[in-house]
């Protein structure tokens, strides 16, 4: 019988087998399952993993297969048995037995080793008691050992694909992780023929522009040609609403996640589709928090990070480190430890930040202005600048001044910037065939619902004037569309800003409202159907909550976030303020949140509560209680930016409604400030 076990094809086939466990184990299952479990913390999306994974665990598992068949007999049973129980630790490993070390993130804080000797014991223990068992098969079994080990290994290959469908399938909105990348490349080409320029400015409410023009009367002569509108409508009230709106005419509404909506408001037939049907070369340079992935086909600056060798070597390395140190034991993490920064280190040196007008500005004199190619008909550009967003750091002259400057030399020098731009156009004959656009993602007056709008058409250069006709920045995707085509009805609002001139005076427009703090983050909708468009003269007829107004109950080990997605504020019940889509701010001398749980398992041992703080504006003490018990007592400082706040919370503060009341108290706070901006949190079993 033990002639026949050790046969070339019965080697073959447990050789097979044990090489299946180990590398479906470390290679297939462990990066797979690390990513659609903790996919926040990374840049790329699932599918972007599958090609390093497939071509690695495909290699691995030739090989071992072929080492562990080929091998003399008696070494043949020796490492079958070796690679077995090292599989079989693997599994127990990255499945039962790891602990958070601290933070419960690598967020590239050192973990203090020495103070989990009590744990390194046990976790060693566990391994040598893997290591052990096959051996112990081997010895007590003679017959039948290598059926038990190979039922065992397909059996637990069996659970873990099933595990990891289920995975797939709770997390399946998450997987299409948006990897793409806005680029600054062709930012100053344009085409020898046909050019549109858009400039979108923060927050240029209309007043501000008014202010600046009554200073600077000589606007007007510069802008020979621009009409200026006076009753214009913003699509949104913030960037996160507005610049989605006014590119793909598709609105936030809450109802699902904010990068899900930006996933499918690209997908849509927009009109990117149909200016890249006419044949015209269109970039938008923005952040990338405004943009699909279905983008990375239709706009010509966003490149996607995960379809490139270097990108897929970059994925592939630190997930297999991550994985490794998910998997080994204890006392050989050490040497798998590394920060999830690393994950971010793959980007191209041309990422275009919105937040760099002067460098914007800087950059074009640097290139010598604009340049022009034939290598397309027509060229649409936007441009997404900081304009008039705080902090204020332009000066008049275009310059970066970073002890602050103020709102009126922040408008003044991004008027003077994009003057020195039109002048460039002027002297190389290009002004007069071109249309351009001054604009901005929202006002900042009121409900921020007036920004400036100057367009001039082509081959128009008449003088300056104004007008008072019923426009929305909804028209915007109209608009571009109609530089390329007569046939532009169905795209947006299907009126261009010039169609506008001549539509009636009662026309009905929109009006979304990013507005509510804590729980109550919500989207109103207002119409009207005035020539006046103040405040007052907007109706609401809807407000679209957060989550459709749940609270859902909170999975321990899930991360939320206070970003975009907003998934964590729906436990926000004081003290937070509105997210505007890169953090939530804490303002005023208490925060509550109330976490209500999904389940409490019997064995739970105390919880460990992580929040991610993005920035400390207050260097103050904090005192946070779970249930009316102290959990945290510090002061508010660079260590917590760096490391975040981390905490324990006793399991017998849970009552019977299984609810955690978490209070922020900051005692030496007098009066209402922020104090410290969040990202994310998780709550964990250790």
């Keep these: 019988m033990e002639d026949k076990h050790l046969s070339l094809k019965h080697r073959f086939a447990f050789g097979g087998v044990t090489a299946a466990f180990f590398t479906f184990t470390l290679l297939v299952y462990g990066p797979l399952s690390l990513y659609v479990t903790g996919n926040d913390e990374m840049w790329f999306s699932f599918r972007s993993l599958l090609s390093p994974v497939i071509l690695v665990s495909a290699i691995g598992f030739v090989v071992m297969t072929l080492v562990l068949s080929l091998v003399p007999k008696g070494i043949h049973k020796l490492l079958c048995c070796l690679v077995f129980g090292i599989s079989l630790g693997l599994y127990i490993q990255c499945g039962f037995f790891n602990i958070s070390y601290g933070s419960g993130v690598l967020d590239g804080s050192q973990i203090a080793w020495k103070d989990y000797t009590t744990y390194g014991a046990i976790d060693s223990a566990m ?8 051996f112990a098969l081997y010895m007590v079994f003679k017959r039948s050992w290598r059926h038990i080990l190979m039922t065992a290994a397909i059996f637990i290959i069996l659970m873990q694909i099933g595990g990891l469908a289920v995975n797939l399938y709770q997390n399946q909105n998450s997987l299409n992780k948006l990897s793409h990348e806005v680029t600054t490349d062709g930012i100053y080409e344009l085409s020898e023929q046909d050019n549109t320029i858009v400039f979108v400015l923060g927050s240029m409410d209309k007043s501000y522009y008014e202010d600046y023009k009554e200073s600077h009367p000589e606007v007007k002569e510069a802008l020979k040609g621009f009409t200026e509108y006076d009753n214009v409508l913003a699509a949104g009230s913030d960037a996160l609403v507005s610049v989605p709106a006014m590119l793909t005419g598709e609105v936030y509404k809450k109802d699902v996640k904010y990068t899900e909506y930006i996933n499918r408001a690209w997908s849509t037939y927009n009109v990117f589709d149909l200016l890249q049907k006419n044949g015209c070369d269109a970039r938008v340079y923005s952040d990338d928090k405004y943009f699909g992935n279905a983008a990375v086909r239709k706009v010509g600056n966003i490149a996607d990070r995960a379809q490139d060798d270097a990108a897929y070597w970059t994925i592939g390395n630190t997930m297999y480190r991550y ?141 300056y004037r104004t007008s008072d006709a019923p426009v929305s920045l909804f028209d915007l995707p109209a608009t571009l569309a109609s530089t390329v085509t007569n046939d532009y009805k169905t795209i947006g609002t299907g009126k261009s800003f010039n169609d506008d001139e001549r539509s009636a005076w009662n026309r009905r427009r929109f009006f979304y409202r990013s507005t509510g703090s804590n729980a109550e983050s919500r989207i109103e909708e207002y119409k009207t159907n005035s020539p006046q468009i103040a405040a007052d003269e907007l109706k609401l007829i809807n407000s679209y909550y957060l989550n459709g107004g749940r609270i859902d109950n909170y999975i321990l080990g899930t991360e939320l976030t206070f970003t975009e997605d907003e998934t964590a504020v729906m436990y926000c019940k004081e003290g937070f303020g509105h997210t505007n889509g890169w953090r939530t701010i804490i303002n005023g001398t208490q925060a509550v949140m109330e976490i209500p749980l999904e389940d409490v398992p019997d064995n739970l041992e105390d919880l460990h509560a992580y929040f991610h703080v993005l920035n400390v504006y207050e260097q103050t003490p904090c005192v946070i209680t779970a249930n009316g018990e102290e959990v945290y007592a510090g002061t508010l400082s660079s260590d917590v930016r760096q490391n975040g706040l981390n905490f324990l919370i006793p399991t017998e503060v849970i009552g019977r409604d299984k609810t955690i009341r978490l209070t922020f108290t900051f005692p030496e706070l007098t009066e209402s400030t922020d104090v410290m901006a969040l990202m994310s949190f998780k709550i964990y079993n250790q």
């Design 127 to 134: 391994w040598a008691a893997c290591l052990a068992l096959p």
């Design 323 to 463: 994985t490794m140190y998910n998997a080994v034991p204890h006392y050989l993490k050490q040497l798998f430890w590394m920060s999830l920064n690393d994950y971010s280190s793959f980007k191209s040196n041309s990422t275009y930040n919105p937040d760099n007008d002067d460098k914007f500005f800087s950059e074009f004199d640097e290139q010598g202005g604009f340049t022009y190619t034939d290598s397309y008909d027509a060229a649409v550009r936007v441009y997404n600048l900081k304009g008039a967003e705080k902090p204020y750091r332009l000066t008049s002259t275009g310059e970066k001044n970073t002890d602050g400057t103020s709102l009126q030399e922040q408008v003044a020098g991004d008027f003077y910037c994009i003057l020195r731009m039109i002048d460039d156009l002027k002297e190389n004959g290009r002004y007069q065939s071109a249309r351009i656009i001054i604009t901005a993602d929202c006002g900042d007056t009121e409900y921020s619902q007036l920004p400036v709008l100057l367009y001039k058409d082509k081959n128009d250069t008449a003088q």
